[in-house]
């Protein structure tokens, strides 16, 4: 009996034997077997009891289905990255959780965002439920913070979060426009809140840093509706025929925008402001009420003296002509030998006489005379001046046409320089008379240079396709800028060039068609082609009248500074940073000016 009794307590123990080594070597040999996803699952589901946030995100993947994917999400990266290193919030979050929690997991995604469950959804919707504790959100907010402020350079995610909210609007936008016609439903009516919500809590910020707290929930809370939309509407031929469609629409409205401010500066630029209407009508009143023998106004012999500078303006602007005269002559080292012609209409004569009379520049003459004097010479061109361009009186104005008709204005000069009205001199001009124009008639800076903000060239405005103009011209003759020029009057008549200008006017009447651009320029090309001399580039720099971003040292060691373009210094929709080169050769303390409240 005993030894029965010793048999089992034997068969016992090894029993217990076998069961304890047994997994010691059974346990490798499975470990074996198992695939990596397995791994995967196995090593998460140990990890659940560490993080409810990972619980929550396998909930979500399981309430999904397995073989669902979501598009990628795209994070906009601003283009003036200042460092190659890139903190997210969600690396800053990794890295805080990698003490308490197993490595591998990763709670947020690369939006910034968190996933929840069906059970939080709900929850989110009625209580807005942040994904972490308010502490912990705080906390991982100033370590984005801490880590910005200890790399400067890193201007990346500055406006990362606003870009994002931007983007999921977006797609809110588009989900709502595939939505079937009338449709109420439970997901349409909570993306109509979301977008509300969030456009509430981004406001005006531009940057990251001025958004509210909320403004962070509030991107989660979204994510979640536009995971819940994308399953709602899994059609991606119609949301891409959708966004197609949308952004022609945009295109079309920002093209329609654009044609409208085009046209609005267009009309702008051809509008009187009301300070310089005033001014004009009270230099003409006073003006009409002066006898006859005071209203002469300069020295008539010396304005034919051909041994003296003689300069040409012709304009209808009382201020415009006051600049130009008083640059020139601030600069001119001999102002006593300077005289200006100014050549206006003869609605302005009045005003521009009075301002000169109460204004006299210095010891220079000032000869006004009205373009009454020379209606003999337009005409026999005014049917083709009128058909250049109706629409535009600057155009078809023979003010801006008299410059073709110079010798025939001035028969008793030998030279002359012409300035448009809408520049201003910074240098002395006496160099520039003694110029050799080496048998030529046009003085005047090339505007050839690609790259340079005044370039131009002869097919931008005029129509070589047509046979007349090719079999005569090149195209690839190097233009030049109406402005400043120097023009030797003698040659001019040798040359006969006012006939060869109304040769071409009349032309244009018997063609049938336009051959160029409205406006002086490219007629001009044509009138003194071959006949026209490269002046320094530092004589004249243009570009000042619309967007060309001219450098200011070029505008500083410039003679003569152009406000060509439809944005004039006069006009309220002038260039700021260039208004000032402008305005300090006006004298806004004159009693005129006070009372028809023009200023700076």
Known sequence: MK???????????C??????????????????????????????????????????????????GEGLKEPKQVIYEDSEVGSTVNYTYNE????VESGGVAEGTQILERNGTTRRSAKEDEQIQHHEVPSTSRGQEKFYQTMVRRVQNGQPQAKSVSDKKVKEMK?????????LNIAPPGSNSHIVKELRQRMKDLEKAMGDAKKDSDLPRRAWQRTKVMEVSLSKASHAFPDCSSMA???????????????????????????????????????????????????????????????????????????????????????????????????????????????ISMWFLHNPPGRAIVD???????????????????????????????????????????????????????????????????????????????????????????????????P???????????????????????????????????????????????LWKAGSLPIGWLTFYNQTVSLDRRWHILGLGHESNVALRDIERAAVIHFNGVMKPWLEIGIRNYKGYWTKHIMYDHPYLQQCNVHE
Not at 472 to 491: P, S
């Open 468 to 514: 007349f103009v090719s079999k005569r011209f090149n195209a690839n003759t190097c233009t030049w800028a109406f402005g400043m020029n120097l023009f030797d009057l003698q040659e001019w008549r040798k040359q006969n060039l006012t006939a060869k200008y109304g040769s071409y006017l009349q032309l244009l009447q018997e063609h049938g068609k336009v």
């Open 167 to 175: 983007d999921q609007l977006i797609r809110a936008n588009v989900y």
């Open 15 to 64: 029993l217990f034997s076998v069961s304890a080594l047994a997994p010691v070597f059974l346990v490798p040999f499975r470990l074996k077997h198992i695939s990596a996803t397995g791994r995967k699952e196995f090593l998460e589901f140990s990890n659940r009891r560490f993080s409810t946030d990972v619980w929550r995100l396998n909930s979500v993947n399981q309430e999904e």
């Open 241 to 351: 025929t959708k966004l197609r469609a949308m952004t022609y629409n945009s295109e079309e409205q920002v093209r329609a925008h654009k044609d409208e401010a085009e046209h609005l500066i267009q009309l702008a630029a051809r509008t009187t402001p009301k300070g310089l209407h005033c001014l004009a009508m009270r230099l003409t009143s006073e003006y009409l009420t002066l006898p006859a023998d005071e209203r002469n106004v300069g020295n008539q012999e010396k304005a034919r003296d051909g041994n003296l500078y003689h300069y040409a303006v012709f304009s209808d602007n009382v201020l415009a002509c006051a600049v130009v005269v008083n640059s020139t002559v601030a600069h001119a080292a001999e102002p006593e030998k300077i005289v200006f012609h100014v050549v206006t209409d003869s609605l302005n004569f009045p005003a």
């Open 3 to 13: 030894r029965l009794h010793r048999r089992l307590r034997i068969l016992i123990l």
């Open 368 to 466: 006004i005379q009205s373009l009454e004097n020379f209606e003999w010479l337009l005409k026999k061109y005014a049917s083709p001046l009128q058909k250049q361009n109706a629409y535009d009186p600057r155009y078809t104005s023979a003010l801006n046409h008299l410059r073709f008709y110079l010798p025939d204005v001035f028969p008793l000069l030998d030279k002359i320089v012409f300035l448009d009205h809408d520049v201003v001199v910074q240098k002395d001009l006496t160099e520039l008379w003694d110029v050799n124009l080496k048998g030529k008639v046009n003085g005047a800076v090339e505007t050839c240079r690609e790259g340079d903000a005044s370039y131009r060239r002869m097919d931008m405005y005029i129509d070589f396709t047509d």
């Open 92 to 95: 800053i979050h990794q890295s």
